[in-house]
């Protein structure tokens, strides 16, 4: 085996060259292999979610305006007189019409009979008349509030001119919120000029008082 420096003959197992010195089997040198760095995943490409917008919301009819709702309302009160009428008719017949002119004539100081009797009679007279009142109130509030929230959506008057009761999305209201409305009225009623209920003319949902305080819509049959 011979140097490949300077070409002297070395002998076997010898680690130097004799005659330059150049090592004759170098250690061989382990390069340094850079630390391993993943590559950088691939972006996904992940498609655009598009949300489709929510058209507003349609009423199933227009609003009903101030004129309609007066009309459906005097066709009601109309209805109402004619009941009241037959309950005072019937009374009439049962016990005659002097029975009425007794109770009117009984009050203290002689009144239209002109004979002084006991206070006890126009106080039950009184009490007939705030017992009547109760008793018409309350059949008024079922009337209104049963009939609104109906499969009919409106008290007769309703139903004549074509309207129905709903909430503010066009539906059928319950009967707590048909009794909401009903008593919502006595407020609108406390109202100067009749204005709580003059506001279904000029609101932009053409809403009375008690409309708005119950979240009610009266709309008109297409």
């Known amino acids: 085996m011979y140097c490949t420096k300077c070409g002297t003959a070395i002998r076997e197992g010898a680690s130097f060259c004799t005659g330059c010195g150049q090592a004759v089997n170098p250690v061989p040198v382990i390069s340094q292999q850079p630390a391993y760095t993943p590559s950088p995943a691939a972006p996904v490409n992940v498609p655009p979610v598009y949300y489709a917008p929510v058209p507003p919301q349609t ?34 017949g049962i016990h005659g019409p002097g029975y009425f002119r007794g109770m009117a004539g009984s009050w203290p100081r002689g009144g239209f009979g002109g004979a002084s009797v006991s206070p006890i ?31 009919n959506q409106g008290t007769l008057g ?43 003319g000029f609101t932009e949902k053409k809403q009375a008082l008690h409309d708005m305080i119950a979240s009610c819509l009266v709309l008109k049959k297409v």
């Open 121 to 151: 009679i126009p106080m039950m007279f009184i009490g007939t008349l705030i017992m009547a009142f109760v008793f018409l109130f309350v059949i008024t509030w079922l009337y209104y509030a049963v009939m609104e929230s109906s499969a």
């Open 158 to 200: 309703k139903i004549v001119m074509g309207l129905i009761v709903a909430d503010m999305q066009g539906r059928r209201i319950s009967f707590g919120r048909a009794s909401g409305r009903f008593f919502s009225r006595l407020i609108t009623g406390l109202i100067p000029f009749a204005i709580g209920y003059i506001m279904a």
């Open 59 to 92: 009423l199933p009819a227009p609003y009903a305006g101030f004129w309609l709702r007066a009309v459906a309302y005097l066709l009601d009160s109309l209805l109402f007189a004619v009941v009241l009428g037959v309950f005072v008719a019937i009374a009439i």
